[in-house]
């Protein structure tokens, strides 16, 4: 082979490895519109939001049947019987029936606080439409279930419609006598209070004063 033949092969030799790197390229070339795509999926319009009215509903439903178990095996097990003493003198279980509020206050206003939880009920409800914390759903969720586990007692137990009185049964030494529901709705309350100190708003959004 002559020098001339040589010299005019040297050049085709060297543009092969130049071929051979850009085939990767040209091979990868159609796997691109795939990567655009996982990137418009991920920019594109957020997936809707989801309401908390399952974990609303949840809590408030185990509040409310906790409560009522409790108050039915307090009734009758305890009532008209000697306090039991769950943590000495501090801490017992006495059967009293309650005409006012939580905690005993408001004896006389049996009628007014029946509206009263009735009210908050309806309004929690309606407040689930735009719930999308899941805090504020555990939180109302307390409230919800509390305030209509004492509603079932005013409105079926004796002496009457929106009359009945309240089981409490966990007596506190120096303090008062309370239910579970009355437990939930101080818990729901202090968490909503927390909750408003951080900003956190019902519908998920954070707002800073």
């Known amino acids: 082979m002559s020098e001339a ?18 085939a990767p390229e040209q091979a990868a070339g159609p796997a691109e519109p795939a990567g655009e795509a996982g990137d418009g999926a991920g920019t594109g319009p957020a997936a809707p939001r989801r309401r908390r009215i399952g974990v609303l509903a949840g809590v408030a439903g185990f509040a409310f049947v906790l409560d ?4 039915i095996a307090a009734v009758e097990w305890l009532e008209h019987q000697r306090s039991i003493e769950v943590i000495g003198d501090w801490v017992r279980f ?20 029946t509206a009263v939880a009735a009210t908050v009920v ?18 109302l969720g307390m409230l919800l279930g509390g305030a209509f586990g004492n509603l079932t007692d005013r409105l079926f137990r004796a002496p009457g419609v929106f ?8 007596s506190v030494q120096h303090f008062s006598v309370f239910n579970l529901a009355d437990s939930a ?7 909503i209070v927390i909750l408003s100190f951080r900003g956190l708003d019902p519908d998920g959004t954070v707002h800073k004063d």
Do not use: Q
């Open 5 to 22: 033949e040589r010299t005019i092969e040297t050049p085709e030799d060297s543009s092969r490895p130049e071929k051979d790197e850009t």
């Open 68 to 71: 009522l178990l409790t108050k």
């Open 94 to 113: 006495s059967v009293i029936r309650n005409g006012g509020a939580a905690f005993g206050f408001g004896e006389a206003l049996t009628v007014f606080l």
């Open 122 to 139: 309806v309004v929690i409800i309606r407040l689930a439409r735009k719930l999308y914390s899941t805090p504020w759903a555990i939180a």
């Open 163 to 170: 009359e009945g009185h309240v089981v409490d049964f966990i």
């Open 185 to 191: 709705i101080v818990c729901g309350g202090i968490l």
